[in-house]
């Protein structure tokens, strides 16, 4: 059984950071795009940012662009989502989420097959 299990969410006074840890068991993700969404309640869930299976090829969203870093380690099958210069605005929760084996980079969630249940992070002003 496939599962992406998140850690790291948490309460942060604005200007803090907080780092995310996405962890997957029941398979290998290591030539898998991954990524991160977030999703306020009652709303679809947002894409973040985005990593394929080699060094360098990332995505962001525009709003989190210079705050925000995606980053992998393939032999712990775990993604990351270093999040500074934290802002009111980027309370949410946040999933954790995979495509297949050698699929392309993705922004849309339907793209993606495999998801965590999220953790949720809260920005004080």
């Known amino acids: 059984q496939v599962q992406l299990v998140e850690s790291g969410g948490g309460l942060v006074q604005a200007g803090g950071s907080l780092r995310l840890s996405c962890t997957a068991s029941?398979?290998?993700?290591?030539?898998?795009?991954m990524a991160w969404f977030r999703q306020d309640p009652g709303k679809e869930r947002r894409f973040v940012a985005a990593?394929?299976?080699?060094?360098?090829?990332?995505a962001y969203v525009d709003s989190v662009k210079g705050r925000f870093t995606i980053s992998r380690d393939n032999a712990k099958n775990t993604v990351y989502l270093q999040m500074n210069s934290l802002k009111p605005e980027d309370t949410a929760v946040y999933h954790c989420?995979?495509?297949?084996?050698?699929?392309?980079?993705?922004?849309?969630?339907?793209?993606?097959?495999?998801w965590g249940q999220g953790t949720q992070v809260t920005v004080s002003s």
């Open positions: 029941g398979r290998t993700f290591s030539s898998s795009p």
């Open positions: 989420a995979a495509r297949g084996p050698l699929a392309g980079l993705a922004y849309d969630e339907s793209e993606y097959a495999y």
């Open positions: 990593i394929m299976w080699g060094p360098g090829n990332t």
